[in-house]
């Protein structure tokens, strides 16, 4: 089991930047590709950031790419989004998400982002 707790978000101006965390309550690396998903109001969830179990490959939604990078600390066993540039559309709840394989994997309880223009 995996107890995932995302911080970070907040209301910010179209432009500005936020630093999303997600915090395991266990080593996660090497076993879990890590992502994050957010959900706008009225849409369904959407894949945002993906870092894979060894931390050596990222991949990015075509929406977010170029201005959003995930990455991990795994002495912290914490994972970031860092959100840059960003712009109205990218306000959601933004979920963290481990998993380990289809039948494995765990959520946080979501952090809200506002981006006001």
Do not use: H
Not at 57 to 64: M, P
Not at 70 to 87: E, F, H, P, R, W
Not at 96 to 102: F, I
């Amino acid at each position: 089991q995996v107890q995932l707790v995302e911080s970070g978000g907040g209301l910010v101006q179209a432009g500005g930047s936020l630093r999303l965390s997600c915090a395991a309550s266990r080593r996660t690396f090497g076993s879990y590709a890590m992502r994050w998903f957010r959900q706008a109001p009225g849409k369904e969830r959407e894949f945002v950031a993906l870092i894979n179990w060894s931390g050596r490959s990222t991949y990015y939604a075509d929406s977010v790419k170029g201005r959003f990078t995930i990455s991990t600390d795994n002495a912290k066993n914490t994972v970031y989004l860092q959100m840059n540039s960003l712009k109205p559309e990218d306000t959601a709840v933004y979920y963290c998400n481990a998993r380990r394989d289809t039948m494995t994997q765990y959520w946080g309880q979501g952090t809200q982002v506002t981006v006001s223009s």
